[in-house]
């Protein structure tokens, strides 16, 4: 047995500090303003990574543009000279945001991946189709299509097997229907292992 002092010795003594975790932070990749396709996940990771850094909400901007390289920094650089009274500490998250995706978003866009959402099909398994559809789902606004109709277009464009499971669920979120369908798959592909 170890005596009191003996035994405060073993306890660890290293502490925690909550308000700065040791934690590095991978920067985004820049964004060059050629995979347009990708300006959603990019401007989610920049954002995710600046609220994560502690950086000040009205730096945001100020950091993100240093991201920009090749034809977006050209673009960034455009702006910011077309409007000479504004500092770039005065523009907000949400007007960097709509700025980056009116210049990067093609106009039809939302219409062709409205229309994909509409006819894509499982082919494979649940996961892919989701990691599609998701494609898809991230560039049509909210406004613009309900939630209700994004689950059914979802649930139209699974296997029937799945599709009429699903139905019987009736999910009312996008999140719900994709657990639902993954569930299902994992329970298909368990009772029905490839040999």
């Known amino acids: 047995l170890l005596s009191s002092s003996e035994s405060h010795h073993l306890q660890p003594t290293a502490t925690l500090n909550l308000e700065k975790p040791n934690i590095k932070l991978a920067q985004p990749e820049p964004f060059t303003g050629d ?23 009205t730096k945001w901007v100020a950091y993100a543009t240093t991201m920009l390289t090749s034809t977006a920094l050209s673009w960034w650089n455009s702006v910011e000279l077309s409007n000479p009274g504004k500092s770039i500490r005065d523009y907000s998250w949400i007007e960097f945001v709509n700025l980056v995706k009116e210049r990067f978003v093609p106009v039809d866009s939302e219409a062709v991946a409205m229309s994909k959402m509409s006819q894509w099909k499982q082919t494979s398994s649940v996961a892919s ?40 669920w009736e999910p009312k979120t996008l999140q719900q229907v994709y657990k639902m369908a993954q569930k299902y798959d994992d329970s298909q592909r368990q009772s029905h292992p490839k040999s």
């Open 129 to 168: 189709y989701i990691s599609q559809f998701q494609n898809f789902n991230q560039l049509v606004p909210k406004e613009r299509l309900d939630e209700e109709m994004r689950v059914q277009m979802f649930i139209q464009g699974l296997k029937p097997e799945c599709k009429s499971i699903i139905n019987m």
């Open 35 to 57: 995979k347009v396709r990708l300006i959603n996940d990019w401007l989610a990771a920049v954002r995710r990574y600046l609220m994560l850094s502690g950086a000040e909400e």
